[in-house]
């Protein structure tokens, strides 16, 4: 079974825009998906990338673009008012749910929390009422996120995915082979296709 590593962060709307293709191309490939929650502040921190909307004529671009690929993947986009989310704890929260077998929901949830829903994820409660509504123990998993076995998880996922190369989310990598962005994702079915099982 081939693997995708996929390093991500919810405040990225090409993230979440990968985030609804991958179950297509999981299908079609049989891929294993190992999520790699890391936060991409510390990421543009670290490789010395600046975050798009910081640089005006790029912000300008942004919105056009993520309008562009919402309309191709005929996919729900909204406007949050909060943008940019500080998603430090969520992304926390990622690390501390992924042994459960309701991540999936999770992830979802978050995605669709700052994208669709115009949710501050940044604000505690806001985040456990989304965890709850996923179907999760909110507040055990925010408990969870405060420990600093979970926040050195995601300061290694983050330092790790630098590292290797990345600047940006989505980040993907099969074996070393790293693709970045959903419009890299043609290319990663491919090399997922030509992937040894």
């Not at 993230?15 to 990421?43: K, M, N, W």
């Not at 179907?135 to 790790?160: C, F, M, Q």
């Not at 995915?161 to 989310?169: H, K, L, P, S």
């Amino acid at each position: 079974m081939p693997r995708l590593e996929y390093f991500f962060d919810y405040v990225s709307p090409f993230s979440y825009l990968a985030d609804t293709q991958l179950p297509a191309v999981v299908e079609r490939t049989g891929t294993e998906i190992v999520y790699r929650p890391f936060f991409l502040g510390g990421v543009f921190q670290a490789s010395k990338n600046s975050p798009p909307v910081t640089v005006p004529n790029k912000g300008k671009y942004l919105f056009a673009d993520i309008t562009r690929w919402t309309n191709r993947y005929g996919v729900e986009i909204n406007p949050n008012p909060y943008f940019p989310v500080n998603t430090l704890h969520a992304m926390r929260a990622a690390v501390a749910a992924l042994g459960d077998k309701r991540f999936r929901d999770f992830h979802r949830a978050m995605f669709r929390g700052v994208w669709v829903e115009g949710k501050n994820l940044a604000d505690e409660a806001v985040l456990r009422a989304a965890i709850d509504a996923a179907g999760l123990d909110g507040a055990a998993i925010l408990a969870r996120a405060k420990e600093a076995e979970v926040k050195d998880t995601l300061r290694r996922n983050s330092d790790e995915a630098v590292e290797r190369g990345a600047f940006g989310a989505p980040t993907f990598f099969i074996g070393d082979e790293m693709f970045w962005g959903n419009d890299r994702l043609d290319f990663v079915e491919e090399a997922l296709r030509n992937s040894p099982s």
